[in-house]
């Protein structure tokens, strides 16, 4: 089967990973350079961190297992970090949601669970420690740095055979019918699939309407709209932050390169498309400032901030599954945490139906149940 995947983020990236190496054929288009899209800019903390869904809290216990799978086979590549995650809270109400969220996760047999200030000061020696917080420690979380991932995917896929073709869009579906039998470049020609997976993060829309395909994503583009975020790296700042860390007003996590990656809900929804580059620049001075107050060792400099947008369906959930005879869709929040075993689930299904993916097929009716891609004032970014 020709398999032609639309997207160099990491869903395309674990897909071409996962469907090279057999009999088929798999092609990778991406327009820009793999992970140029909110994979490359995302916080990336994987978790199941949020009890509200058991069942969707289950599929992404099982996505955790897959990473690590995954990781072993790359043989504990540096992208690929379980640090543990370190949150706090420190006004009574959140202090409550914290404690029940630890209790509901426990029960769950998810580990979690309280510590003292003490036991917080040995696992970040460098964190000023926060006076009568309630402080929750997840041994099990931990980041993928999106880049080098996606990176290591594409490499892994390419050298089993599968080919990429870069800096061209596809601007189109092409259609024999009601059939979908690949795209049309950029370049103006034709690549002729048998299967389109449509992989394109928060530009699926765009590209699944060419064939009559409505794709209920958030739209970015609306005043106030949730799927724009911001997240700021620093400069290497080495031995300062062990793990994933979600304090009051920042969260933040190592990248391989020692320096920091920085992100606060707050800022995040204070971020649109409108955003200037001069209010992009105040709002990662801002992080800056939080984290130098968090971590008084703190020399670092902003390297790079970046405005992304979530690919974020309307209910929160994957959306995974044909809409025509040819084409497939796989776009979702919390990509990272999710890919390779969204992958691996895809696989199957392509072969025949996957029961776990039947609660995310695209057809399914969808009530916009997410009011913000953070799931609280404490958490920073949710998991959901
Ligand atoms: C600020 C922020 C923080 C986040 N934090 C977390 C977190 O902590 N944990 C977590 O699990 N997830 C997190 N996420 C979500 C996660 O990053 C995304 O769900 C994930 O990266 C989506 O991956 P993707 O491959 O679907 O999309 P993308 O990475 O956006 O990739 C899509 C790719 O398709 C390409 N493309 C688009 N249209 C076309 C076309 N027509 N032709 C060819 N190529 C095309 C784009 O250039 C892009 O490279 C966060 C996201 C943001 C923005």
Not at 123 to 147: M, T
Not at 166 to 192: F, I, K, S
Not at 288 to 296: F, G, M, N, T, W
């Amino acid at each position: 089967m020709r398999i032609v995947i639309i997207g160099g983020g990491i869903i395309g990236a674990a897909l071409a990973d996962r469907l090279t190496g057999g009999t088929d054929e798999v092609t990778l288009v991406e327009q820009d350079r793999p992970g140029a899209g909110a994979s490359g800019a995302s916080f990336a903390w994987l978790n199941a961190n949020d009890p509200g869904d058991p069942a969707y809290h289950s599929l992404r216990v099982a996505a955790l297992g897959a990473w690590r799978r995954l990781a072993g086979e790359f043989g504990d590549p540096g992208w690929f970090r379980i640090t543990g995650n370190t949150a706090w809270a420190d006004t009574d109400p959140v202090k409550a949601v914290l404690s029940e969220r630890v209790a509901r996760l426990s029960t769950l047999g998810y580990a979690a669970t309280l510590i003292t200030a003490d036991r917080l000061r040995d696992i970040e020696p460098s964190l000023r420690p926060p006076a009568g917080a309630v402080i929750a420690h997840y041994p099990g979380e931990g980041y993928v740095h999106g880049p080098d991932a996606v990176a290591a995917l594409l490499g892994r896929a390419r050298d089993a055979g599968a080919r990429l073709v870069t800096g061209t869009p596809a601007t189109r579906l092409n259609l024999r019918g009601e059939r979908v039998t690949g795209v049309r470049l950029g370049t103006g020609d034709d690549l002729h699939a048998d299967l389109t997976i449509c992989a394109a993060g928060r530009h699926s829309p765009a590209l699944l309407a060419s064939a009559g395909v409505v794709l209920p994503l958030v739209d970015a583009e609306a005043a106030g709209s949730s799927a724009p975020g911001l997240t700021a790296t620093t400069t290497p700042a080495p031995g300062l932050v062990n793990g994933v860390v979600h304090s009051p007003g920042l969260d933040l996590r190592p990248t391989p390169g020692q320096g920091l990656v920085l992100e606060a809900a707050d800022l995040d929804d204070a971020t649109d498309l409108t955003s200037s580059p001069a209010e992009l620049d105040a709002r990662a001075a801002e992080l800056l400032d939080r984290a130098r107050s968090l971590i008084p060792g703190l020399t670092a400099r902003i390297e790079k901030v970046r405005r992304c947008v979530r690919p974020l369906p309307a209910d929160g959930r994957p959306l995974a599954g044909r809409h025509l005879p040819g084409l497939y869709t796989a776009v979702t929040h919390s990509g990272i945490t999710l890919g390779p075993h969204l992958a691996d689930l895809i696989a199957a299904d392509l072969r025949d139906d996957e029961p776990a993916l039947a609660p995310y097929r695209p057809g399914r009716p969808i009530r916009a149940q997410l009011a913000s891609a953070h799931a609280g004032p404490l958490f920073g970014y949710s998991g959901g």
